[in-house]
């Protein structure tokens, strides 16, 4: 799999708000089963986030 992330964060008075995601995506063969069998399969993600901290 390859992917990219990133994130920015912003301070706001005693706060610190970030918010951020992610992109992945792969592909190839796998034994899904038990059967000995080759199966090609591909992936993809999409992740976003957002985290919240409070400084005193």
Do not use: E, K, L, P
Not at 13 to 42: E, W
Request: aromatic letters at 12%; a neutral charge; glycine letters at 10%.
């Amino acid at each position: 799999m390859y992917g990219i992330a990133g994130s920015i964060s912003f301070r706001i008075m005693q706060s610190t708000i970030t918010v951020g995601g992610n992109y992945a995506q792969g592909s190839g063969t796998a034994h899904i089963t038990s059967d000995r069998i080759d199966q090609d399969v591909s992936a993809r993600t999409w992740n976003v986030f957002i985290a919240s901290t409070y400084h005193y």
